[in-house]
């Protein structure tokens, strides 16, 4: 909820990127903790992300008067949200739903805190690659996706 409020509070003072890092900061703490010991990424904590997202969103609309990032994020969330969508679908035993959830949510808060979709598609392929990677190198048949999506979406707001 603090990620949120601060997001809230940076998106109204014009720090767009500052409220995004927030954001992502607030619900990866979490979210990143509890996915690597438990191996599940709860509800609650998507939709309070989501909940400081949307307010974010909506403070900065409402002192630019400029739909682009509020566009770009919701699109970002949606062609992510889809894709992961299907790979659960496919294959439900390469990831939970809650990755599914967690990355959706993440796409919307790099694309709106960038302003550029193709930066939340970066962060979720590099996260991808990087959780794929460590998966062969480790042999292991599947790794919590968390500690890899959160970190790549701060390196892209951050250098987007």
């Known amino acids: 909820m603090a ?4 997001g809230s509070l940076f998106a ?3 720090h ?6 927030s954001l992502t900061v607030g619900v990866g703490v979490g ?6 010991s438990e191996r599940r990424i709860p509800t ?4 309070i992300g989501a909940a400081g997202l949307m307010s974010a969103a909506l403070i900065d609309f409402a002192s630019h008067h400029d739909a682009a990032p509020l566009v770009a994020g919701l699109i970002a969330a949606g062609v ?4 992961f969508g299907l790979v659960y ?14 990355a959706t949510l993440t796409a919307g808060t790099v694309g709106w805190g960038v302003g ?12 991808s690659v990087g959780a794929s990677v460590t998966m062969l190198i480790l042999r292991k048949r599947s790794l919590p996706f968390a500690p890899f999506l959160v970190p790549a979406a701060l390196v892209t707001i951050a250098f987007g």
């Not at 767009?16 to 890092?21: G, M, Q």
């Not at 992510?80 to 894709?83: D, E, H, N, P």
């Not at 550029?116 to 996260?127: G, N, P, R």
């Open 44 to 47: 609650r904590l998507i939709w």
């Open 89 to 102: 679908l496919w294959r439900p035993e390469a990831m939970g739903f809650g990755d599914v959830r967690l």
């Open 12 to 14: 109204a003072l014009d």
């Open 80 to 83: 992510i949200g889809v894709a």
């Open 16 to 21: 767009v990127e500052a409220a995004a890092i």
């Open 116 to 127: 550029a979709i193709a930066a939340a598609l970066a962060a979720v392929l590099v996260a």
């Open 31 to 36: 979210v990143v903790s509890i996915d690597a």
């Open 3 to 6: 990620g949120g409020l601060l």
